[in-house]
Structure formats: structure tokens, C-alpha cells
């Protein structure tokens, strides 16, 4: 078996790994009910698993390091892959902290969910390009990461802290902002899902558009609904398309970026309606009993806590060393370049979460707001920044 | 000055809330940190006395009260945030496409985007990171660092100076931790003392009251990371000054020696080669990526030799050029040399050196050369006299030839990207010229009855590298104050201030604790410490918002 193929499967194991340790989170719940020493063992299970999937991440990460010769950091599957480790690391160290195995019941699914939505990019190794050819590559990627890896467990803690304590009785303004979270996340699955399936059937057509002076060509993995604008269906018994993607959508494959959002959002909202009709409630709602046992200081301790320890390790990564390198490559430290402009956002952002709670005393449910808010800006920055709003840091 | 005399005997400045020897609630005073409606009492600053609390009367005070006030700065830094946000929503100005059909603002906007781009461009968010209220809005965050950091440290370093062991009883039934216990032995409070002493407590005692104390200096991480900001936006300050920064960009071809701008005339640059590579696309790893992609550069490089100009200082003499440094520039690993910095930037491939034309008759199928000619295109002569008797005459020369707007030849650039003539050919022994107009994949026949005509022969092309010349003076304060900004954080984040005060109270006693972050931390201490004793578990009473 060659280096990549060894790769490719460490990634494999890590997602089951992580699969079967969350299960075991899960058994921590309902073991809350029987003794506790149970509750210490299904836990102790669960970690080590968790830690034998993260280890098996990282033999991915060597290994296609090793076989690509430079770290696997260079496009969006490879960096969100990473992220999706940095992730579970976050968890780890908090578990260590807290020692509490709830908050893996909802953190490595999502974090799964992060893995697989890298995957649905092209995996192939690519070479480097000369910017991207430096060891502050790793040191500013990898520093990054592991702020955001932390940062996603204060999403997670605040998550989980809305899905407790909002009332789910009647329909609010509040439940039904916990719920569009919640739907936000089926669109995730939808994408994966969508895209899946029609790699499976290895579906392709191609189209050609005008892009200002030049003539490109594109290539749909899945059935068109928006073709490009202006564009011109070269494939053969294939879907036509519905209508054309809007002419003011900007930047490399804007319609067909456009199609893929809108196959997840159909894809996604199916699902999502399937689970509400079986369930027959709002996920919210159906989520809430099982955070019952969970005492909701704690979750407020850990969302702030991760924050604490977040933020000095984002900004480290991704202003200072950001800055260090973009000196070094460019000859200025700071552009104005939207992805860097993104990443002051996310900075602005948790200043202002962490003054507004100390001074302004939001704590609890307002701080819980503002943590899943503050996720969603790092994750606009990965998606939307790097796909549409295409800069100097596009990796599409 | 209304001093207040507590009840301890201590005398507090005006405006305190809590007395800073004892922490007793100063009556009267509660309102400013919200401890009237609240069983917990507000620790943020220990009830010391702020400028911006105390004194609300004069102007003066009304501005300090303004910007002393974090909810004034969270506004300040949520405004910023989102008019970063508006910033990024279409291209900046610097950022238009290359391929746009347009790149001016005024028309780029409007015709991509429609209406809401129209008035983006008529509101200023194309350049919005430099506009002037951008900049202000930058400027309000460092008054208001400046202002708040004041406010509050002088008051804080006292108090947290003076605090007695001894507190007040109303302080610690106060107190998010509090517990009290009826009867305890003088042995268990021994062990406590030693337990929390071993887990690096400093301990203080006055008549049988324990204070243990860990991690005050990280009370000051706040006021450390905002001086690491406000270092940061006075280095933006000086950014915007040409002595302390400098920004120039140079286009030198293969061979050509040029003095570099921005450095007074006293260095050269001299462009030996430029280098692009790009990956193999037989590389066994990543050809199937390649194969998607197309070829993809794995480097960038320009061989170089800098001169320093010896004799600048006589005007008009030709400069004398003394090599300092041969260097080869690549992406990522510039050429230094005192104080300047060069950087590859840009490089501009297959642009002309020279051509060759021939001439042929018109009717000649084969197109027999009779006779050629070679153009220098940096230095093109006026006239050609060949050895058949045939003169050429430049009459027009368009380096970088394109129509414009009204249909008329005109040139892009002065660089030879896309070179074309207009030729006036004589024939032997004639004085009418046959006139045609020859360029890249045109030839132009002006008459339509030229006897002879004349074609590209050949020609020879190289590469120009592109260089930023970078002088920046400002990036030791712009690091001086990100380290600093980084040694704050850490120290107030990865640190926290816990106290716990034991009260002896008849037999019993009362155990309160505060610490400004991490609870579940200081629990874990106070349970170590009082582990196996009769003392009770301090209760953890929180005021959670709904
Ligand atoms: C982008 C700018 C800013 C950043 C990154 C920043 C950063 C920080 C950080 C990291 C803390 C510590 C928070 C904690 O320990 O949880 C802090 C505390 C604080 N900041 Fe800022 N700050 C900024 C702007 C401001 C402004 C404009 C004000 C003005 C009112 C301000 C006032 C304060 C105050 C009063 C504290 C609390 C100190 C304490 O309670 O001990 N900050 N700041």
C-alpha cells in the first residue's frame, strides 16, 4: 500500500473512531440514571477512543506529509481536514479540564461533519505555489487552527447551553433562532449528502461562460439548476438547467458554486423536514431532555473558558504570525485582503464577547448566543471568504 | 474632597464602593456598581473609586465618563467590525479584477453589481479601510483604550494594595463562594492554611483572619494587552509617514541595469535573470492534480545584482556603480540591504527584445527574403539602410499597440508588449515609400498596391521581473506592540486572581472566595484544601441571565 492509500484510510479510521467514541458519549447519559462509577467507565472508553481516532488524524497528517513532501495544508481539503483535528483537539484538551462527556455527544459529530464536508474537495496532492512554499505556512495554519479548534468548543458549549435553557414550550422568537442554527446544520449534511450521491454516479457537464474578456469552461458534479450566466450547456443528455445564476455574482465558478448551495439548501431543508416529522417537534426540542442531567453553570463556564484560551491562540496565529509571513511574502503585513479582513472580524467579534461579559454582565444565554455567532464567523471565513469572495488567500 | 472614614478605621477617596481595606458596602455608593439590586457584590474593580464614576459635572468629566466607558467601546469595536464587514462585500477598489471590463471605480461598481454597487462606490466603501472615518472610528478605539486604561488602574493598584485580611462580614456573605460553619477545630484551619499554601497560595493573616491570595498579577493582563494596542495604532500613525515608510515598485528586463526608486538615486539594481519554474508535471505525486490544473509555478526568482551609485553626490555625472550584493530573490526570501528590502513581485512574461522583418515581392508565393532588417525595440532607429538598396523608415512605432476607444492606434504602455509599426519601405533607387502597418498577427497593406511587402522574420522576447522596494521603520513598534498585547492576554487569560478570606465567627467560620475567571478552578482548590476537614463546601451562588 502506497503512502497516499495509507493515508487516505488513517483518515478513514479516525471518522469511524470518532463515530464509535461518540456512541459511547452518548452511553455517558443514559448511565447518569444508574451508578456513577458506570458513567466513569463509558466516559474513560469514550476519551481513549477519541484519542485513538485524533492519533489515527494524525498518521493522515504525516503520512500525506511525508508523501506529498510538504505539509498537507495547501488547499481547502487538506486545511479543512485539519481543522476538522484541531477540532477534536479542542475537545480533548476541555475534556481533560472539565472531564465531562456530554459535550463529546455534540462536539465530535460536528466535528465529523466538518470532516466530511473537506472531503467533498478535490483530494488529489497538489504541488505548492511558491507564496504558499514556507514553513509559516504550517506555523500560521496550524496555530490558526488550533485557536479555532478551541473556539468551536465555546460554539459547542453555548450550543449546548440555548438547546438547555430555552423554553420549547410555545413557539418563540428565541426557539425558532435556536432551530435555524440547528437547520443550518442539516444544510452541512445536505451538501455532503447531495454531493456524495452524485459523485457516486459520477455525474458531469460541462458548460462554457463568458468571465470579462475571457471564455471559460466549468464542469457541473452535479445536475445544473442555475447554469453559469450566459453560459452554454456543452454536455449532451444532461438536466437542462432551470435559469441562470444572477450576472452579479462575482469570481472563478460563481454559477456553479451557486448550484451546489442550492442543491444543499434543497437536500438539507428534506432532511431536515424528515427528522421534524418523525420526530414530530423541533430538534431543539427533541435535543433538550437529553441535556437534562447537565448543569448549565457548567456549560456557561466552559463556553467562556474556551474563548479564554482561544482567543490569545488566534490571535497569534491569525494576526501576528499572519502578519510575520504576509511581511515576509509581500513586503507588507497587512493588505486589506478580505480573508484578512475576516479573520479582524473574528478577532473584533470575541473582543467585544469578552468585554461585553465582563462588564456588561452577559453571561448565560447572551453569551451563549454570541459564542455560536462567533463559530459562525470562522466558518463564513472558511466557506464563504475563501469560495466567493476570492482574494490572495483563495484556495478554489 | 469628601474623604470616607469606613467603620474600620480606614479612609476611603470619594466614589468608593466597597471600603478598600475591609470591603464593607459603602452606603450610599452601591448604585454605581449595580450592588443595590443584587445579592452579589460587583468585584470587577473591588468597589474602588473610578474618575469616571465619581465626577460627572464638568465637561471635562462628561468626555472621560464617555470614553471611559466599555460600552462606549464595545460599540466603538462593533462599528469597526461592521464596517469591515461592508468592506468585504464587493472588491475593494485595489482589488478589481484584471479581466473587469472596466477597472475604473465609476464604472466597475455600477456595471457589475447595478444599483447597490453604484452606490457603494458613491458612499466611499471601495476604499473603505482608508476613508476618513474609518480611520476616526480606529482613532475612538485608542482614545478609549487610553482613557478606560487610566480610569481604572490607579484605583484598582490601590485597592488590591491596602486589602486587609480582615473583611467585612457583609463583603463575604457577599460573595458568589460563601459558606458557613458552625464549629471548627484550630487544627482544621491549620491544614487548610498548609494546603492552600501548597498549592501556591500566598497566606496573610491578621488576629485569626486568613487571606490566601494566588495570581494577582493577572489583574493587569487587561492593562498590558491595551498598551500593546495603543503601541500598535500610534506604529499605524507613523506608517503614514514617508520617512518611516517607504513603497515603490520596479520593472527591470533580463540584462538591464536601472536605479531602483525610492532610494535617493543611491542603488541599482541589475536584473541578471529572471526564473519561473513550474512543477513537473510528470511528478508521479501530484499528476493527477496537475493534469486538472495545468501547469502550476514552483517558483519565482530573480538573479540580481544591487550597486550602490558612489559618485550620486555630482550632479549629471554618469553613476558609478559598486556591486554590494548578489542575491537571487524568490517568493518568500527577499533581498536586504541597508535598511531596504526587495521583494519579487510580479513578473511579465515574453516581452519583445527585438525584431527581424523581411522584404519580399508581393507576388513571391514563397516569399523570398531579398532582403532584412532588425529592430531594437527599446532602441528602435529612425531609419534602416539595407545592403539591396531598400531603406526602411519607422514613421510610427507602438510599443504596446491597441485601438482605442475611437478606433486609432494608439499604445498601452512604453513596454514592448505587443510591438507594431507603421513602415514606409523605399524601394532601390524610388523616392515614393510603399507604406504598410505590421504588428503581431497584422500586416497591412495601406495602398493595397505595395510592390514589396514586408513580414516579421523573426524575434526574441524576455522576461521582466516585477520588484516592491519596502522600507519600513514602523514594524519593530508594530511587533514591540503585538508582543506586548500577547504577553497581556496571556496573562490575564491562561492566569487567574483567586482570593479565599476565612472569618473566624464565634466557634465557626466564614469561608468566602472570588476569583475574576475559572470558578470551576477555584473550586477544585478550596475542596483540596478543606478535604477531610468540617468545614462546608463554599456554596456557588450565580446570577445567570435569562
Ligand atoms: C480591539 C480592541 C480591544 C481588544 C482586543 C481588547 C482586549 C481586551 C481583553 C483581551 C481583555 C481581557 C478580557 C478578559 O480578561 O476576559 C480586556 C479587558 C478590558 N478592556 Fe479591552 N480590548 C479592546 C478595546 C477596549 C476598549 C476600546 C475599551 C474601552 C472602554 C476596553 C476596556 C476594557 C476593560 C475596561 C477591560 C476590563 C478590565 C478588567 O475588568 O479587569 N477595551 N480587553
Not at chain 2, 146 to 173: G, M, W
Not at chain 2, 497 to 502: G, P, S
Request: overall charge neutral; glycine content about 8%; proline content about 4%.
Amino acid at each position: 500500500m502506497d503512502l497516499v492509500n495509507l493515508s487516505g484510510n488513517l483518515l478513514y479510521a479516525a471518522f469511524i473512531l470518532y463515530l464509535i467514541a461518540t456512541l459511547f458519549f452518548g452511553a455517558t447519559i443514559r448511565d447518569k440514571r444508574s451508578t456513577k462509577s458506570k458513567k466513569g467507565i463509558s466516559g474513560n472508553i469514550a476519551i481513549t477512543i477519541t484519542i485513538l481516532g485524533f492519533l489515527a488524524q494524525l498518521g493522515y497528517f504525516i503520512t500525506r506529509w511525508m508523501a506529498s513532501g510538504h505539509a498537507p495544508l495547501g488547499n481547502m481539503f487538506e486545511f479543512v481536514t485539519f481543522l476538522g483535528m484541531a477540532m477534536v483537539l479542542g475537545f480533548i484538551i476541555i475534556y481533560f479540564m472539565y472531564r465531562i462527556g456530554f459535550l463529546g455527544l455534540f462536539a465530535l459529530p460536528l466535528a465529523m461533519i466538518i470532516i466530511a464536508y473537506a472531503s467533498m474537495f478535490p483530494t488529489q496532492l497538489a504541488p505548492l505555489v511558491p507564496t504558499l512554499n514556507t514553513s509559516w505556512l504550517y506555523i500560521h495554519v496550524s496555530t490558526v487552527a488550533v485557536g479555532q479548534g478551541i473556539l468551536f468548543i465555546s460554539f459547542v458549549a453555548g450550543l449546548m447551553y440555548l438547546i438547555k435553557k430555552i423554553d420549547q414550550k410555545k413557539r418563540t422568537k428565541k426557539n425558532i433562532g435556536l432551530e435555524l442554527i440547528l437547520y443550518m446544520i442539516f444544510l452541512f449534511v445536505g451538501f455532503i449528502v447531495s454531493t456524495t450521491t452524485f459523485s457516486i454516479m459520477d455525474y458531469d457537464a460541462t458548460f462554457e461562460y463568458q468571465d470579462g474578456t475571457q471564455i471559460i469552461e466549468t464542469e457541473y458534479r452535479l445536475p445544473a439548476i442555475a447554469a453559469p450566466n450566459n453560459g452554454v450547456l456543452l454536455t449532451e443528455n444532461v438536466m437542462e438547467p432551470w435559469f441562470e445564476a444572477p450576472g452579479w455574482m462575482q469570481g472563478a465558478d460563481a454559477g456553479r458554486k451557486f448550484n451546489t448551495v442550492i442543491w444543499s439548501v434543497i437536500t438539507g431543508t428534506i432532511l431536515y423536514g424528515l427528522t421534524v416529522l418523525i420526530l414530530r417537534k423541533r430538534v431543539g426540542a427533541a435535543l433538550q431532555p437529553l441535556l437534562r442531567g447537565v448543569k448549565a453553570e457548567l456549560l456557561d463556564e466552559i463556553m467562556y473558558r474556551a474563548v479564554t484560551i482561544g482567543f490569545p491562540i488566534f490571535t497569534l496565529g491569525g494576526l501576528i504570525f499572519a502578519s510575520i509571513w504576509a511581511q515576509i511574502a509581500w513586503g507588507r503585513f497587512w493588505g486589506w485582503d478580505p480573508k484578512e479582513v475576516w479573520a479582524l472580524i473574528t478577532w473584533f467579534f470575541y473582543a467585544a464577547f469578552l468585554h461585553l461579559r465582563l462588564s456588561r454582565g452577559w453571561h448565560g444565554e447572551k453569551s451563549g448566543w454570541l459564542a455560536v455567532i462567533g463559530f459562525g464567523i470562522i466558518l463564513f471565513n472558511l466557506i464563504v471568504v475563501n469560495l466567493v469572495i476570492a482574494g490572495l488567500h483563495s484556495y478554489a | 474632597m469628601n474623604k470616607i472614614k469606613c467603620e474600620c478605621g480606614h479612609i476611603n477617596p470619594e466614589g468608593t464602593v466597597l471600603c478598600e481595606a475591609c470591603g464593607k458596602p459603602i452606603e450610599g455608593n452601591q448604585h454605581i456598581d449595580g450592588n443595590d439590586k443584587k445579592l452579589l457584590l460587583n468585584m470587577r474593580y473591588e468597589g474602588s473609586a473610578r474618575r469616571s464614576q465619581t465626577y460627572r459635572k464638568s465637561f471635562v468629566d462628561k468626555v472621560w465618563s464617555f470614553f471611559s466607558s466599555v460600552k462606549v467601546g464595545v460599540w466603538l469595536i462593533v462599528l469597526a467590525l461592521v464596517a469591515s464587514m461592508i468592506g468585504t462585500l464587493f472588491p475593494q477598489q485595489q482589488f478589481i479584477p484584471p479581466n473587469a471590463e472596466s477597472r475604473d471605480p465609476a464604472v466597475y461598481y455600477e456595471a457589475q453589481f447595478g444599483m447597490v454597487g453604484k452606490i457603494y462606490y458613491q458612499l466611499g466603501f471601495h476604499e473603505m479601510y482608508s476613508s476618513w472615518w474609518y480611520l476616526i472610528l480606529l482613532g475612538l478605539i485608542g482614545v478609549s483604550l487610553v482613557i478606560c486604561s487610566l480610569d481604572r488602574f490607579v484605583p484598582l493598584y490601590k485597592a488590591l494594595k491596602i486589602q486587609k485580611p480582615r473583611r467585612h462580614e457583609t463583603f463575604l456573605n457577599r460573595q458568589r463562594f460563601f459558606s458557613e460553619t458552625e464549629e471548627v477545630s484550630k487544627a482544621d484551619i491549620g491544614q487548610v492554611k498548609e494546603k492552600l499554601r501548597k498549592q501556591r497560595y500566598k497566606v496573610t493573616e491578621q488576629n485569626g483572619h486568613i487571606l490566601a491570595e494566588k495570581g494577582r498579577f493577572s489583574r493587569w493582563g487587561p492593562y498590558v494587552n491595551h498598551i500593546g494596542l495603543i503601541i500598535i495604532l500610534l506604529a499605524a500613525i507613523l506608517r503614514s509617514t514617508p520617512i518611516m515608510f517607504t513603497d515603490e515598485y520596479v520593472w527591470v528586463r533580463d540584462g538591464e541595469t536601472t536605479v531602483i526608486p525610492g532610494t535617493k538615486g543611491d542603488y541599482y539594481v541589475e536584473n541578471k535573470q529572471f526564473i519561473l519554474d513550474t512543477h513537473d508535471p510528470e511528478d508521479e505525486r501530484f499528476k493527477d492534480a496537475l493534469e486538472i490544473s495545468g501547469a502550476v509555478a514552483s517558483n519565482f526568482q530573480t538573479d540580481v545584482v544591487i550597486y550602490k551609485a558612489t559618485n550620486n553626490d555630482v550632479p549629471g555625472a554618469k553613476p558609478e556603480l559598486e556591486p554590494i550584493l548578489t542575491e537571487s530573490i524568490q517568493m518568500n526570501k527577499p533581498a536586504k540591504f541597508n535598511g531596504y528590502t526587495l521583494y519579487q513581485s510580479g513578473y511579465q512574461p515574453n516581452e519583445f527584445s527585438s525584431m527581424t522583418f523581411k522584404i519580399h515581392e508581393t507576388d513571391d508565393e514563397d516569399a523570398t527574403a531579398i532582403d532584412s532588417f532588425t529592430i531594437n525595440l527599446f532602441e528602435p532607429e529612425s531609419e534602416y539602410i539595407l545592403d539591396n538598396g531598400f531603406r526602411a523608415v519607422i514613421d510610427q512605432y507602438y510599443p504596446d499597440y491597441y485601438l482605442d476607444d475611437d478606433g486609432i492606434p494608439a499604445s498601452e504602455t512604453n513596454y514592448p508588449r505587443n510591438p507594431a509599426f507603421v513602415l514606409a519601405v523605399y524601394p532601390p533607387e524610388t523616392s515614393l515609400p510603399e507604406v504598410s502597418f505590421i504588428g503581431i498577427g497584422r500586416n497591412i497593406d495601406a495602398t493595397g498596391e505595395n510592390e514589396y511587402k514586408v513580414a516579421i522574420q523573426d524575434f526574441e522576447t524576455h522576461f521582466v521581473s516585477g520588484m516592491t522596494l519596502r522600507v519600513d521603520r514602523t514594524l519593530i513598534f508594530f511587533g514591540l506592540g503585538a508582543a506586548i498585547f500577547m504577553i497581556g492576554v496571556i496573562q490575564g487569560m491562561y492566569w487567574q486572581h483567586r482570593r479565599v478570606w476565612i472569618h473566624p465567627k464565634n466557634n465557626g467560620l466564614l469561608l468566602a472566595a472570588h476569583t475574576n475567571k475559572n470558578w470551576f478552578g477555584l473550586a477544585r482548590d478550596i475542596e483540596k484544601a478543606i478535604e477531610k476537614t468540617n468545614i462546608k463546601m463554599v456554596e456557588a451562588r450565580q446570577e445567570l441571565d435569562k
